[in-house]
């Protein structure tokens, strides 16, 4: 007679996770984290209420540094107290400039930056990025970026004056060498309302 064995089966859940398209914005975060570590030098070019400066210093850490930029004093405000609020300020430097002065503060090779171009939030809608401005800046961190670095341009271009500035860096990004740099765009095609576009300029 045959000995029965008795044998139990064991099945593993799963998490199954479900991929949500992100905002532009949302996006810009997640390359930043994949590209920058502990101890990297970035750029916040348009430091507007702090939001990104805070996320590049937490990133970066006490042995990193954030240059954040910003022309308008109330914007160097905000972000100087967020960061104090938030203890990180021993690695952030908050410049009350332009970002195309850029390389007057920053000298060191840098491994990523980021712009929102257009207008501060609840501040003053006259005051807008310019692509003059922009792309002298980003010319010269593209001089400055690390292999595999990265310049992501968040483009809001609802305000006067933006569907100019767009035009431009858009125009500017496709005539980049690929041999030098990949160039990533990133928006929803579908929506209405000027939907914000993502660049991604990643140094090969």
Aim: aromatic letters at 6%; zero cysteines; proline letters at 4%.
């Amino acid at each position: 007679m045959k000995k029965q064995v008795n044998t139990t089966v064991i099945i593993k859940s799963r998490m199954v996770k479900i991929l949500k398209l992100q905002s532009a914005l949302n996006f810009s975060h997640t390359l930043l984290k994949e590209i920058v570590k502990p101890g990297d030098v970035v750029v916040d070019a348009t430091a507007g209420k702090g939001n990104d400066t805070l996320f590049l210093a937490q990133l970066v850490g006490e042995r990193g540094h954030v240059y954040s930029f910003d022309i308008q004093a109330q914007a160097t405000q905000l972000t100087q107290r967020l960061v104090e609020q938030h203890q990180v300020e021993q690695q952030t430097t908050v410049i009350n400039d332009g970002h195309e002065n850029l390389t007057n503060y920053v000298k060191s090779p840098i491994t990523a930056a980021i712009f929102n171009l257009g207008y501060l939030p609840e501040g003053d809608h006259k005051i807008v990025t310019k692509p003059q401005t922009t792309l002298k800046s980003v010319q010269s961190m593209m001089k400055l970026l690390k292999p595999n670095g990265i310049i992501i341009l968040v483009i809001y271009y609802g305000h006067p004056g933006g569907k100019q500035e767009k035009e431009q860096v858009l125009q500017f990004a496709k005539s980049i060498d690929q041999h030098q740099f990949n160039v990533l765009q990133y928006q929803f095609i579908n929506q209405i309302h000027e939907p914000p576009i993502l660049l991604a300029l990643q140094k090969r």
